[in-house]
């Protein structure tokens, strides 16, 4: 799948990046930084960064630069950098358009029943990224998983992300990561979304980013096939989710430890 495959060290892959694509200059340093720090710690990096953003809580909130704008963002961290990258799709209509640009196709998690946005994703012939519904176990994600590989596609990954817990707060059972991974595919624990407290008076979605750590390292424990990190140079300012993402400074001391968490389970 992609140059994950390539993995001598036996590690754990990343998908990391800012939440949206805010900007050329800022896209570029944060690729930058994160490859250096995975190249040292030999992790399999994507770069991910949405290139437009359709789930937002409020009509005012931002939703990005432009797609198109955004999607060449995307290509050209591919090409400057030679890492594989990642961003959602919200539509059948869409998968034909990123794919020109991006390496995976990332099916958002209230999006992961469109059986016409799986097939759209599918017959792309990229990796096909589907996210866990906050409202669905990990048992019924085989289906969605299925969808894609009977439109022609076997290349799948699976990111739990959090299961709705209340109005608002998500909890992460950590049970489906090895039950999730019967079903054949990789499968990643989204660690910045699972931390989201949605739903906020606000209309703001708030986050406990101080639990990021303990999240990455339960995943690791328990065996997940990769990590998906959301990362900003300073998440007070971030256009999306700042309140639950990773402040780009702290990046390296995790993974660190977490590589460290991976050779002991191993």
Known sequence: MIELKNNPAGNFFLLAGPCVIEGEEMAMRIAERVIG?????QIPY?????????????????????????????KKVHDTFGVPTV??????????????????????????????????????????????????????????????????????????????FGYQDLIVDYRGIPEMQTFGFPVILDVTHSLQQPNQTSGVTGGMPQLIETVAKAGIAVGADGLFIETHENPAIAKSDGANMLKLDLLEELLTKLVRIRQAVK
């Open 37 to 41: 720090i995975t190249e040292r710690l």
């Open 46 to 74: 994507v770069f991910k960064g949405s290139y437009r953003k359709a789930n937002r809580s409020r009509l005012d909130s931002f939703t990005g630069i432009g797609d198109e704008q955004a999607l060449k963002i995307l």
């Open 87 to 164: 961003t959602d799709i919200h539509t059948a209509e869409e998968a034909e358009m990123a794919a020109a640009y991006v390496d995976i196709l990332q099916i958002p998690a209230f999006l992961c029943r469109q059986t016409d946005l799986l097939v759209a994703a599918a017959q792309t012939d990229k990796v096909v990224n589907i996210k866990k519904g906050q409202f669905l176990s990990p048992q019924a994600m085989r289906f969605a998983a299925d969808k894609v590989v009977e439109a022609g596609n076997k290349q799948v990954m699976i990111t739990e992300r959090g299961t709705t």
